[in-house]
């Protein structure tokens, strides 16, 4: 089955500063990977996704960018504010429709 | 309000004891599935269903139950808890894959097993 590894577990920033985190996945017909944010004590909920017909997604300081002869995704946040610290994880959907997910990557933003 | 809801939050129980954790949705959406998260795992997948009386297994689906006699629930049933089953449980639900895609989760299931 699809195997999705996902980079850094953890990651500091200052406040201001840019985040980066990567994601590669096994499955070359994995058509969906979608990006999520799960705060404490709460559930995932999407911030941003990317299909595999497209190579870049932007929505505001969040951007998806895919490469899929690599096989990698990665997530960018700029200007990160504090609020954006949380669990951040990536997914790829395969075509029999389940998804798979990395193993999180917590992000602080130092104010 | 659109949401997922789940039921119970918290749960403590015991070995062998038959247990279900109920999701519903009211969002009219066709797929729907049940994730387990465990400390640096992630999200695994137990269950997904595509629509009524269609359920497929996910990654991890060994000692679960699911069914979807309704459009809007999705339980998830635990014939004879073990330990090993001891986890945080998301429920989710989304329009199919020719739709947006986005999945839309519950607040979570904390099941103690002991």
């Known amino acids: 089955g699809e195997n999705v590894e996902q980079h850094p577990s953890t990651l500091s920033v200052q406040e201001g500063d840019s985040a980066v985190i990567k994601c590669t996945y096994s499955?070359?017909?994995?058509?969906?990977f979608p990006w999520y944010k799960q705060e404490l004590g709460k559930g995932p909920q999407l911030i941003i996704d990317?299909?595999?017909?497209?190579g870049e997604k932007k929505d505001q300081r969040i951007a998806v960018t895919l490469n899929k002869t690599a096989k990698h995704f990665s997530l960018h946040i700029t200007e990160t504010q504090p609020e954006d610290s949380a669990v951040y994880f990536c997914?790829?959907?395969?075509?029999?429709?389940?998804?798979?997910f990395g193993t999180g990557t917590s992000l602080t933003v130092i104010p | 309000e659109a949401q997922v809801t789940q039921n119970p939050r918290y749960l403590i129980t015991v070995t062998g004891k038959k247990l279900t954790v109920t999701c519903s949705q009211n969002?009219?959406?066709?797929?729907m599935s049940w994730y387990r998260q465990d400390p640096g795992l992630g999200l695994r997948q137990i269950y997904y269903?595509?629509?009524?009386?269609?359920?497929d297994k996910g990654d991890v689906p060994e000692g679960y139950k699911v069914s979807r006699k309704e459009k809007r629930n999705f339980p998830l049933i635990l014939e004879s808890p073990s330990p090993n089953q001891t986890s945080l449980y998301f429920c989710?639900?989304?329009?199919?894959?020719?739709?947006?895609?986005?999945?839309?989760f519950g607040p979570g299931t904390r099941l103690t097993v002991l």
């Open positions: 989710a639900s989304s329009f199919p894959t020719s739709g947006s895609g986005e999945q839309f």
């Open positions: 499955d070359s017909a994995s058509n969906y």
């Open positions: 990317i299909r595999s017909n497209v």
């Open positions: 997914a790829a959907r395969n075509t029999g429709n389940q998804f798979y």
């Open positions: 969002m009219n959406h066709e797929y």
């Open positions: 269903s595509m629509n009524v009386e269609v359920t």
